[in-house]
């Protein structure tokens, strides 16, 4: 693995810590967090239509504006559900990150911005 990749998943980790500690901060709901954790993945399903497309959409779901502009917004206007959700989907990002899977190339689902997905370099 090179350097590079080091400081990226250890960039995932903190995501996801910070991400678990300030939802400890704004809702205990820990049922709520671990059923919602996985929800990001259903972004997968876009493989069914190819590469191309599945990308795109794994891409979509696991980038971190979505989230953040949640995380934001819930925020500033005082809308729980949406500070909730951000910080989950945060959360997830940041988990898969820092487990090696990163944002999709188009030749296929196990080839990220991270490397190979289950191949040691």
Do not use: C, Q
């Amino acid at each position: 693995m090179k350097l590079p990749v080091y400081f990226l998943r250890a960039e995932g980790a903190a995501i996801f810590i910070l991400s678990v500690l300030a939802f400890r901060v704004v809702d205990d709901g820990w049922l709520l967090f671990i059923l919602l954790l996985l929800v990001p993945d259903i972004s997968m399903v876009g493989y069914l239509a190819g590469n191309k497309v599945g990308a795109a959409i794994y891409n979509i779901g696991h980038s971190l504006v979505i989230p953040l502009i949640m995380i934001t917004a819930g925020s500033y206007y005082g809308v729980l559900w949406m500070l909730v959700g951000g910080l989950v989907w945060l959360a997830h990002i940041g988990m898969d990150r820092m487990l090696g899977y990163g944002l999709k190339e188009t030749k296929g689902f196990k080839h990220t911005h991270l490397g190979k997905i289950g191949k040691r370099v």
